[in-house]
């Protein structure tokens, strides 16, 4: 079974840094997905990001990109610029990749969560 | 608006009672699944459902019952309450396993005392 692991309950940024949450996973796999939901107050969960396991460039979505390590099966968050509005709960999440006849069935496997606080 | 709608959005149980913990999407989706969210674990699956006719034990199933009643509908119902149910519950759907545009409910707090 897929682990993700974040080691940081809490961070805090100063508006206007960057700040970088780390994931790790733990995989047999080697195709897969990981993604990055931002949660705010009003509980919803909010996709920032997605990388494929296959592609070796990073994603980035402005203000929002990843390190993505494969062998060493690490995932981490940069955000730029940070902004009050990114005050959140950040969850670090994998997926299998399911090709014909696969079985992961579009199972997440969330990690522990971060809480990042900006400060003004 | 599209999207996944989750009723009740609060709820305080006694131990013991028993409740339905409704969720229903309008996109069309085939896959849908139930998560428990609780400080320190992150949200972790308790079944799933991935297309109608079907439903499957996640990782913490025990104590919860599903039913996939349409495509649109998936119900989680909770047949004798325990405190350590209390947390927050997610609904989540997906066009198909193969997909990754998850679309979330926004929650149901749940308080079993």
């Known amino acids: 079974a897929q682990t993700v692991t974040q080691s940081q309950p809490e961070m805090s940024v100063q508006e206007a840094e960057t700040v970088t949450l780390s994931c790790t996973y733990d995989?047999?796999?080697?195709?897969?997905?990981l993604f990055w939901y931002k949660q705010p107050p009003s509980r919803q969960m909010i996709l920032v990001i997605r990388q494929e396991a296959y592609k070796q460039q990073n994603a980035t979505e402005n203000r929002f990109s990843v390190n993505f390590q494969k062998a060493a099966k690490s995932f981490s968050l940069k955000i730029s610029d940070s902004q009050l509005g990114d005050a959140a709960m950040y969850f670090c999440a994998y997926r299998s990749h399911t090709n014909a006849g696969g079985t992961s069935y579009g199972k997440l496997t969330f990690g522990q969560g971060t809480i990042l606080t900006v400060h003004p | 608006n599209a999207g996944v709608t989750q009723t009740p959005k609060f709820q305080v149980l006694k131990t013991g009672q028993s409740m339905t913990l409704q969720c229903a999407q309008d996109m069309n989706h085939n896959s849908m699944y139930w998560y428990r969210q609780d400080p320190g674990m992150g949200l972790r699956l308790i079944y799933y459902?991935?297309?109608?006719?079907?439903?499957d034990k996640g990782e913490v199933p025990n104590g919860y019952n599903v039913s996939r009643l349409n495509k649109r509908e998936f119900s989680l119902r909770l047949e004798s309450a325990a405190p350590s149910q209390t947390s927050v519950y997610f609904c989540?759907?997906?066009?198909?396993?193969?997909?990754?545009?998850?679309?979330f409910g926004s929650g149901t707090r749940l308080t079993v005392v």
């Open positions: 995989t047999s796999e080697s195709d897969y997905y």
């Open positions: 459902s991935a297309s109608e006719g079907t439903t």
């Open positions: 989540a759907s997906i066009r198909d396993p193969g997909s990754y545009g998850y679309t």
